[in-house]
Every structure is written in C-alpha cells, then in structure tokens.
C-alpha cells in the first residue's frame, strides 16, 4: 500500500507499507496555543497471529512537484 503526501511548500513524500493495510482517516490535533485543528492521519491495521506479526513501512522525501 501507498500514499503520497503533497506539503503545501510542494515537496512530496511517499509512504509505503507492506504487512497491512493502508488507510487515510479524518482527525484532530492540538497546537501548543490549545487550538484545535483538522487533519489527516495515515492508518495501518491488520490481523496478528499469535506469535505477532511483521509490517515493513518506509517514508521518503521526494522532490518538488
């Protein structure tokens, strides 16, 4: 699974994860003024067996697009 993240300063960066699924999800966070703001969070979920499980994930800066 992937996902690319565009910065509003137009540098790009790649997300990739193997060993679960990849999803984008609605969320909030909180500056250090207490204002809370919206965002985006990257989601990885999957089942485990009982002796665990393995995710491999990398991210990466690209270039300006």
Partial sequence: MR????LP?????AFKARGAKLRVDDSLWVD???KVRRTRQLVLTGDTAED???VRWSFK???RS
């Fill in 3 to 6: 996902a690319v993240l565009k």
């Fill in 52 to 54: 665990g499980a393995q």
């Fill in 9 to 13: 300063n137009g540098v790009l960066w």
């Fill in 32 to 34: 250090s003024l207490g």
């Fill in 61 to 63: 800066r690209g270039t």
